[in-house]
Structure formats: structure tokens, C-alpha cells
């Protein structure tokens, strides 16, 4: 629970009944449902909600390292520790839709002594999460260097989708783009297809993506709208069989219900000075398909 203010989740709804729950451990989106109550989150029935591991499904928070290398923990720690509700925010950043009139929660992890110990940086992360007038779901991230040094960091927002059958899924919006591939040791490699499909595991970084994907469930017909500033790559997982068995957080067939297509900024580090800050927006809506006319 937060220290201050005793809580472990909050729940936003706007008027029109759409809802998210976020976590104070991992500052973690765990449901977005729409305005009929429809779930639009992946969320494992396996997850767990403490440490030392994150949620396994919603949108985990990788900083200040997306993926694994180095003396840090695979995707950073912010996923796996506790935030805080941050009840006198910093002036929101100059982001469309900002506003206070739309129920939002903003919450920040500050570095304790044991995170100083793995990565000596003084920082603070901010998350708002909003929930608009259309249902749409929106996170706006800001990092500060509140250190006398300057520090680099990748970022990404691990979004799990929640679709009906994998196979009947495509991803509009990556066509042509480089891509590193996480199954052949980041080798790069240029996207040929018209649209990606699914037939087995995937785990790519497309790199300078637009700012706007499609993620199309024909089975729901529903398409996910990904709107995103500041986050120019997009990291595109679904584990397939194979490793979803080898994950104790997962169910062996729950594969074919999640997609991860991950905001992200991981092939161009972000260094900030001392005082600097950076911001990134994500914003998802879930339409139903036949309302999308393409990019
Ligand atoms: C993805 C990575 O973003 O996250 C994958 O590209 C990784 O390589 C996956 O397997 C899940 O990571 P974790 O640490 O949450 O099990």
C-alpha cells in the first residue's frame, strides 16, 4: 500500500461508465473496460500483485531500461515497485487533452536508497492516467533529473491487449519498417508484409514507427487505435505456446488472447541534464472496425 495515502488501487469512470483500475504497485493500468464493461486488457489469471516480479498483464512501466542488460533488472523496476499518489503534481506537460475535467489519477515513483544502490541517478516519474469522454485511455509520462549528473534511459510502455484469437489479428501501421529482432539476437531486418499476422512467437522492436497503429480483432470486430508522442519505436510480443508453458505467471493457452504492442523508446537512449525533463504521451481506443477507415 501507499505509504501517505493507505491505498493499493484507485478506480477511474468518466460519465459515460468506461472504467480503469491502476495499481499503486508498478503505477500499473490493470483494466480498461469500456462503457458496455468490456474488457480491453490482457490481464493473466495467473498474475501476481507483489514483488518481486510485475503484473502479468495491463501496462507495465519498463524504466529506466526496457529488456535486459547490463547490472539492471529485465524492463527496469519501476513495473515491479511500489508508486505513490501524487496529490500536488508538477503543471501538467503541454499534451491536447490534458485537462482537469476528465477523471485522471497521477501518481510518481521516486528512487529509495535500495534503487540508488542499482542505478545511482536521482529521478522522478510521473504517470497521469486519464480515462476520456470516448472511453479512450491515456498515460502521460514525464521523467526529471533531480541529480547533479546527467543519466540515459530507454522506456516502454508494455501494453497487453486483450483479443479474442490471436490468429485473426493484424497490426496496421508497421508495414516496411526496420525492425531488431529479439528471436535472432536484434538482428535487423526490414517488415515485407502488407499488414503483420500471427502464427507463432513474435518479438520485434519496429523501429521509427508512426504515431498512430492499428490493431485490428476480426474475430471482436474491434480496432484498437494506439495514438503515442515522444515514444518512437513500437515493440510487437505475443509469446506463443512454447514460452507461454515456460512462464509461471501465464496460462498455457492464454497466448492466444493477449497481444503486447509496446510504446516505446529503446533504440535511441534519452539523456537528460540535471533540471531536464521528458515527456511521453500514449493514448489507446478501442472502435469497433467498421467505424476505422484506415490510417
Ligand atoms: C517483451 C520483450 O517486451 O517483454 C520480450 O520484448 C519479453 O523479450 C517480454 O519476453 C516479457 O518480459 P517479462 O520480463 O515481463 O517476462
Redesign the pocket.
Known amino acids: 500500500k501507499d505509504g501517505a495515502t493507505g491505498m493499493e488501487k484507485v478506480l477511474l469512470r468518466e460519465p459515460g461508465g468506461a472504467t480503469a483500475q491502476i495499481h499503486l504497485y508498478g503505477g500499473h493500468v490493470t483494466s480498461w473496460r469500456n462503457e458496455r464493461g468490456e474488457e480491453l486488457l490482457f490481464l493473466s489469471s495467473k498474475a501476481i500483485f507483489k514483488p518481486p516480479k510485475?503484473i502479468?498483464g495491463g501496462i507495465?512501466v519498463?524504466f529506466p531500461q526496457?529488456?535486459?542488460f547490463g547490472a539492471l533488472e529485465?524492463?527496469g523496476f519501476a513495473r515491479n515497485r511500489m508508486w505513490a499518489v501524487d496529490i500536488n503534481p508538477p503543471p501538467p506537460p503541454p499534451f491536447a487533452g490534458t485537462g482537469p475535467n476528465k477523471p485522471y489519477i497521477d501518481l510518481v515513483l521516486k528512487p529509495s536508497d535500495d534503487e540508488l544502490k542499482i542505478w545511482p541517478h536521482n529521478f522522478e516519474l510521473y504517470q497521469r492516467v486519464m480515462i476520456g469522454f470516448n472511453g479512450e485511455l491515456t498515460s502521460i509520462i514525464r521523467v526529471r533529473n533531480t541529480d547533479t549528473k546527467p543519466f540515459t534511459f530507454t522506456f516502454?510502455l508494455?501494453t497487453y491487449l486483450s483479443v479474442s484469437d490471436i490468429s485473426e489479428v493484424r497490426i496496421e501501421g508497421l508495414e516496411t519498417l526496420d525492425f531488431l529482432d529479439?528471436l535472432q539476437e536484434k538482428e535487423r531486418f526490414t517488415e515485407q508484409g502488407d499488414a503483420i499476422t500471427f502464427d507463432s512467437e513474435v518479438?520485434r522492436?519496429y523501429l521509427g514507427t508512426p504515431t498512430k497503429i492499428a490493431i485490428i480483432d476480426h474475430d471482436k470486430k474491434r480496432t484498437f487505435v494506439l495514438k503515442k508522442e515522444g515514444l518512437p519505436d513500437a515493440?510487437v510480443?505475443n509469446?506463443w505456446e512454447k514460452?507461454a508453458k515456460a512462464?509461471a505467471d501465464f496460462g498455457d493457452d492464454e497466448y492466444k488472447h493477449m497481444l503486447?504492442v509496446?510504446a516505446a523508446a529503446v533504440e535511441k537512449a534519452i539523456t537528460l541534464k540535471p533540471g531536464e525533463e521528458w515527456k511521453a504521451r500514449q493514448e489507446i481506443s478501442a472502435v469497433p472496425s467498421s467505424y476505422f477507415s484506415g490510417q
Open positions: 510485475a502479468r507495465p519498463c526496457f529488456g535486459g529485465q524492463h516502454a508494455h529479439n518479438d522492436i515493440v510480443w509469446p514460452k512462464m503486447c509496446e
